[in-house]
T-cell receptor, first 113, second 114 residues
């Protein structure tokens, strides 16, 4: 069974600081997705990483993928309050009936002014 | 912006009632999914469909059932709601044969069973 683990689970950081969220997964997958969820809201797609070494950046967020280490990172640069949310990574695994998504435990980020 | 809709957004209902959570998408996606998410927790796949008349159970055991009679519609039914069914239910869809296989999520239904 595919396991997807994120750390930290909870992160409180001051505005202007940098930090990295880690996502480890337990079996081979070449596709990794990052989503953002605001409290009480649905999930919003942030990044899709399709190959080893892939790096995507959007604003203060940068995601990377190392398929050999089965590790993805989401790096936050100079955090601002608007980034407060829960971030999920997800991987897909091919099965008999097609691919299924497996989500990580989520990282709840709070940026303090 | 994704065009995927869920109704109702919030539902409070008594034990033993039958309920149907609606999910519709206007993007013509073949794949649709139902996830269950407890507060502050990860998402668990409970049902998915790869097209009309195709439904499969996900990894998380669920007492709910689904149907896929039309491409755009993927309702989830609980025949007899129980307090253990209290959770948020998220519907998602994605396009077959497209890489990346990004899933687009609806706004969710927050269900409380008393």
């Amino acid at each position: 069974e595919l396991k997807v683990e994120q750390n930290p689970l909870f992160l409180s950081m001051q505005e202007g600081k940098n930090y990295t969220i880690y996502c480890n997964y337990s079996t081979t997958s070449d596709r990794l997705y990052w989503y953002r969820q605001d409290p009480g809201k649905s999930l919003e797609s942030l990044f899709v990483l399709l190959s080893n070494g892939a790096v995507k950046q959007e604003g203060r967020l940068m995601a990377s993928l190392d398929t050999k280490a089965r590790l993805s990172t989401l790096h936050i640069t100079a955090a601002v309050h608007d980034l407060s949310a829960t971030y999920f990574c997800a991987v897909d695994m091919k099965g008999v009936a097609g691919n299924q998504f497996y989500f990580g435990t989520g990282t709840s980020l709070t940026v303090i002014p | 912006e994704a065009d995927i809709y869920q109704t109702p957004r919030y539902l409070v209902i008594g034990t033993g009632k039958k309920i149907t959570l609606e999910c519709s998408q206007t993007m013509g996606h073949d794949k649709m999914y139902w996830y269950q998410q407890d507060p502050g927790m990860e998402l668990h796949l409970i049902h998915y469909s790869y097209g009309v008349n195709s439904t499969e159970k996900g990894d998380l055991s669920s007492e709910s059932t689904v149907s896929r009679i039309r491409t755009e519609h993927f309702p989830l039914t609980l025949e007899s709601a129980r307090p253990s069914h209290t959770s948020q239910y998220l519907c998602a869809s994605s396009e077959e044969g497209v890489v990346p296989d990004t899933q687009y999520f609806g706004p969710g239904t927050r269900l409380t069973v008393l």
